[in-house]
């Protein structure tokens, strides 16, 4: 299973990016795909989860700002990012496993996908 991250940049504070991991295998290993991040120096942390057949998921400090959503069709879960601060700047990587476990542990995810960059300055 490979998931490939695509989407980070640079922005200003207030502005958006939209973040893409597209999943080579859909099956129910890969049943739940999640977004976390990791900033300099600090733990990785959740961000927001969904699953092929719905839901979403996000942590506190993005709700209301951040939405998770996916194209089946393409095998792609999306994470649109607004009102970006600058404490959103990390590298975001997305991951997969069977949504058996709690979606906020990254340690219950098996596939992870190789980070993007997401720099917000102020």
């Known amino acids: 299973v490979q998931l490939q991250a695509s989407g980070g940049g640079s922005v200003q504070a207030g502005g958006s990016l939209r973040l893409s991991c597209v999943v080579s295998e859909r099956t129910a290993a890969t049943n739940r795909v999640a977004w976390f991040r990791q900033a300099l120096g600090n733990d990785r942390e959740f961000v927001a989860a969904?699953?092929?057949?719905?839901?979403?998921y996000y942590s506190d400090s993005v709700r209301g700002r951040f939405a998770i959503s996916r194209d089946n069709a393409k095998d792609t879960v999306y994470l649109q990012m607004n009102s970006l601060r600058p404490e959103d700047t990390a590298v975001y990587y997305c991951?997969?496993?069977?949504?058996?476990?709690?979606?906020?542990?990254?340690?219950?995810?098996?596939?992870w996908g190789q980070g993007t960059q997401v720099t917000v300055s102020s």
């Open positions: 969904t699953t092929w057949i719905g839901g979403a």
């Open positions: 991951a997969a496993n069977a949504a058996r476990d709690r979606y906020e542990r990254a340690s219950n995810y098996n596939y």
